[in-house]
């Protein structure tokens, strides 16, 4: 599986910007998708995440209430609908693919490289 996450950029706070991750090769039912951030100087760290075969989604306490995780089996793509946006949400947005419901990068075998979201005050 090879992973391609776009839609990032200059954003000002309040905005509302998608990411897009799309996905070559089989995303199996059992998967779980997430996106993970990573802001300079900091580790990467959970953001969200979707099993493939139910939709069930969870949120990081940071994000929760803003952001929204979804998906389109069809076009093998997931979604992160950021809205009010802040600046500490400055980072590189990672898409990830796995198997266990976890928030740990560890537990993640796929992963596309990241876009950026810098969010301007």
């Known amino acids: 599986v090879q992973l391609q996450a776009s839609g990032g950029g200059l954003v000002q706070a309040g905005g509302s910007p998608r990411l897009s991750c799309s996905g070559s090769g089989r995303i199996y039912s059992s998967a779980v998708m997430a996106w993970f951030r990573q802001a300079p100087g900091k580790e990467r760290e959970f953001v969200a995440q979707i099993r493939w075969s139910t939709s069930r989604t969870n949120y990081a306490d940071s994000v929760k209430g803003r952001f929204t995780i979804s998906k389109d089996s069809a076009q093998n793509t997931v979604w992160l609908q950021m809205n009010n946006l802040k600046p500490e949400d400055t980072a590189i947005y990672y898409c990830?693919?796995?198997?266990?419901?976890?928030?740990?990068?560890?537990?993640?075998?796929?992963w596309g490289r990241g876009t950026l979201v810098t969010v301007s005050s």
């Open positions: 990830a693919r796995g198997i266990q419901w976890s928030g740990q990068p560890d537990e993640y075998d796929y």
